[in-house]
């Protein structure tokens, strides 16, 4: 009986025929539904494992496709982003060419405008010295009218004649030599001639 209840221990398939025959039947029996069972038992854990890793598989098939979309969607925004890199590469180019040409034109325009700086400068200098001398030139000539004033008012007071007929000239003098008439410009040969003949 002890060799008999090893060999039910034991698998069949390491058996040998002469044991085999050996065993009754009843032990037989025992055998093979104990092998019957342990192989459903296998058979379902094997089951099992299958759906385990099947569940594993549409798991991983889900995630792969929403990493697919996912794929997609950076692929989208990538291209979309490089058209905006090229579309703002562009823009910088343009500014750059624009803030170039302004810069040429600034320093072209700050050159002209300091050449017409000087010019305007050297004709107001110019326009100045004219004023000096144009102020020189109404002193020099207030005083000349004063000195003819003067002059008439002398010879006016030692001519028999009168002083109503001298004064006239001399008003006339003394009028053309404040600036105030419009008569001619002081010192021209007429009015001298005026001024300086009581007789005519």
Not at 64 to 77: D, M, S
Not at 127 to 136: A, I, N, S, T
């Amino acid at each position: 009986m002890g060799s008999e209840g090893e060999i039910i221990n034991r698998e069949l398939s390491k058996v040998s025929d002469e044991d085999l025959l050996a065993c009754s039947k009843e032990e037989l029996v025992i055998r093979l539904r104990k092998e019957e069972s342990e192989k459903i038992s296998a058979l379902i854990q094997r089951g099992r494992l299958i759906k385990e890793v099947n569940k594993q598989l549409q798991g991983h098939l889900l995630e792969i496709r929403e990493l697919k979309v996912i794929n997609q969607r950076l692929q989208e925004e990538n291209t979309e982003l490089r058209d905006l890199c090229c579309f703002l590469d562009d823009d910088r180019l343009k500014v750059k060419k624009l803030a170039r040409e302004w810069q040429l034109f600034g320093h072209h325009a700050a050159k002209v405008m300091r050449e017409d700086l000087g010019g305007y400068l050297k004709k107001l200098a110019d326009l100045e010295r004219m004023q000096d001398g144009l102020v020189k030139e109404n002193l020099d000539l207030k005083e000349l009218c004063l000195v003819l004033e003067e002059e008439c008012v002398s010879r006016s007071d030692s001519s028999p004649g009168g002083s109503t007929e001298l004064n006239l000239p001399c008003m006339v003098a003394r009028d053309l030599g404040d600036g105030s008439s419009s008569t001619g410009s002081v010192g021209s040969p007429d009015q001298l001639h005026l001024v300086c003949s009581p007789d005519d």
